[in-house]
């Protein structure tokens, strides 16, 4: 048997015996477990299943082991996926520090960084929030006017981000900061860590039109934020930033392809909602042709993700097709929250009034919610930018 | 489904690419198409192209062929559609031999597999009778008294059907159009006393028939496969052709979409180049996104052939829808950024988008899978 095989029967069996059931059912997302000083557990098979998956660090399988991450090679970790897809295990950890943050940390960031932070993120201690935006700074980031000052032993931090994640339970924040005003836009940036606790550090959240407030805007009000905290050359956090923006874009596709999945089947309940003709068929012939149009454009999607995992697993690095999966999967989502509420017609229409089930709804919210995701982390403009001038090597 | 081809079907990718460059490019379509060649492909070009073992790569080894897999056909396919390489690869192989292959008797193999093997024989598979492709609409009329059976009826967009040496005739012998019970499938020369053969010019230059049948008589020998069975063959047999088509569809898609986007960097109006404006980059990257979801698509369909899946007609719906609405995009982005060059003759281009709308007939427009996935998936 090959040492793969053989780790993949012992996961299995280690899964097995160490995932409560009620950790094995779809998640919904307030039984999400977020990391931070204020966590809490939405049940105590919560709290036993992320402390088993945190003690093998597999919280974050492919981090180094010295950081208490998994140590698992690529192949590993893709069977461990694989085993927790099987048995239907919820992920342990929610957080932006393992998903985005880390990563760029790990390669840019001392070693003393890495020993204080990568461990408490293992470990679901610390939460973290993303300080990128500001409200003049959009899809132009480089823009950004948040300042640091170097003032000899601490930067002096003034100014305000907006679409800072759950700002106001995180712990921590990762900040672009302009530390050379003169310097040409992308070249006078810094990446700085803050602790929100400093003085003058404060948070407001922001009602979305989906009715949720995820995100905040945060200020900063001569803030001291002592000197080791920089992360990356001075003046060259824009590396950094770049770094970080690609697993936040990989993050982004990964969503949209769950999204693109995880509603009830669209054609059941299209069936349910339009009704069907003699044959079985979905009555209105235009909306059945919508689902398959629906059916096929997510499948593709799908198969173009496991033809780029195909090709990573042979040593084919193939970079352009990381760069369309932001683009077309955030695109489809969208299509089809569209459908799902031309199928529902006016049981569509509500999420507060309980005159309406629970999964309509959730269909609702979530298409109010899934606007975001063409606008964050790069809004499609901004994608089709990079497609055309990266991969299409189109001039200006 | 594994969509990386393998070293040996990149070595034939190269094979394919290297040699259709050099033996078939469009240029030689162009002028199979000016001179209205009366065969509609290069006698010459599909004896090389048979010598190279283009003609025998998914036929079974115990009668000569390689068994070399769809994937690999796929390649060989798609570099043809990128030169509009007109050929009878897939009327006679992918269409008439798979008939055989899935529902021919011993005899019938026996007698043509090797001289397909060899180039000395054609296929074409006889089903499209009115505007779109129906199979299940079929009406042309098989007669059975006794051991006497006689066709009736026309046929037409017959890919090849002008020039092949056999024709498998998909006919009715039981029941009424829209059964799925009562198809038979039967083998005939092309030659035979009855047959009526009319080549149609197709505006992509290729080699179509309109074929009438006058009460032709034919044994039970002539049969492929259980009679009032046919479709139990037809369907594997179709969606070989569904998915081979797209992958040939892709190729051309590629080629198009490259020659567009080279156009984009050397044109200059407004004293730049084109392609920095935004409403063309934004367009592309578009296309580009969508080719590489039908590549995806086309890749696994193939795997699926490959790996005798039991979703195949799922994927070929899938893949050939896909792939339609592409290939029609950007064929017409490709017009559209050309300007007025790419509404003249002398480019390239318009033989794209022509192309594009013959392939898109061929084994049914978007409208037909797509009407026919939902229907497999039950909805």
Known sequence: MSTLEQFRQQTRAWLEANCPDSQRQPIVKEEQIWGGRRRTFPSADAKLWFERMRDRGWTAPEWPSEYGGGGLNPEQAQILQEEMQALGCRPPLYEIGLWMFGPALLKFGTEAQKAEHIPKIVRGEIRWSQGYSEPAAGSDLAGLKTRAEDKGDHFLVNGTKIWTTQADKADWIFCLVRTDPNAPKQEGISFLLIDMETRGVSTSPIQLISGESEFCQTFFDDVVVPKENLVGEFNQGWTVAKELLKHERKLMSIMGAMAEREEEDLRHLAKRYIGVDEQGKIRDPILRDRVTRHLMQSGADALTNKRLYQLLEQGQAEPNLPLIMKYVSTTEVQRKDELLLAILGNRGLSWHDDEFSDGEKRTVQNWAYNKAHTIAGGTSEIQLNIIAKRVLQLPG | ?379
Request: one cysteine or more; proline letters at 2%.
């Open chain 2, 1 to 379: 489904m594994n969509m990386i081809l393998n070293e040996e079907q990149r070595l034939l990718k190269e094979t394919a690419h290297g040699f259709l460059q050099s033996h078939a490019p469009v240029a030689a379509m162009r002028k199979l198409r000016d001179d209205r060649d009366t065969l509609g492909y290069s006698a010459e070009l599909w004896r090389q192209l048979v010598e190279l073992g283009i003609a025998s790569i998914v036929l079974p080894e115990e009668y000569g062929g390689l068994d070399f897999g769809f994937l690999g056909l796929g390649a060989v396919l798609e570099e043809m559609g990128r030169n509009l390489t007109a050929s009878p690869l897939f009327s006679s192989v992918v269409l008439g031999a798979s008939a055989l292959e899935l529902g021919g008797s011993e005899q019938q193999r026996q007698e043509i597999f090797p001289q397909l093997v060899e180039g000395k024989l054609s296929l074409a598979l006889a089903i499209d009778e009115q505007q779109h492709h129906q199979p299940l609409a079929t009406a042309v009329k098989l007669q059975i008294e006794g051991d006497a059976l006689r066709i009736t009826g026309s046929k037409v967009f017959v890919q090849d059907g002008h020039s092949a040496d056999k024709l498998l005739v998909v006919t009715r012998s039981s029941g009424k159009p829209g059964d799925r019970q009562g198809i038979s499938l039967v083998l005939v020369d092309r030659e035979t006393a009855g047959i009526e053969v009319t080549r149609t010019h197709m505006m992509d230059g290729r080699n179509a028939a309109k074929i009438t049948f006058n009460d032709v008589e034919i044994t039970p020998e002539q049969l492929v496969g259980p009679i009032n069975q046919g479709m139990d063959i037809l369907q594997p047999v179709l969606d070989r052709g569904a998915i081979c088509m797209a992958a040939e569809m892709l190729g051309g898609i590629q080629e198009v979409f490259d020659r567009t986007i080279e156009y984009l960097k050397e044109r200059e109006q407004f004293d730049v180049k084109i392609g920095s404006f935004q409403a063309l980059q934004h367009r592309a990257a578009i296309m580009y996104c969508k080719i590489e979801q039908c590549r995806s698509a086309v890749l696994d369909a193939l795997a699926a052939l490959d790996n005798h899946s039991t979703d195949v007609s799922l994927k070929a719906s899938q893949a050939k829808a896909l792939v339609n609405d592409c290939y029609i995009l950007v064929s017409n982005e490709a017009v559209q950024m050309h300007g007025g060059m790419g509404i003249t003759d002398e480019l390239d281009i318009g033989l794209y988008l022509k192309r594009a709308r013959v392939s898109v007939q061929i084994m049914g427009d978007s409208l037909y899978h797509r009407d026919r996935y939902a229907s497999l998936l039950g909805y």
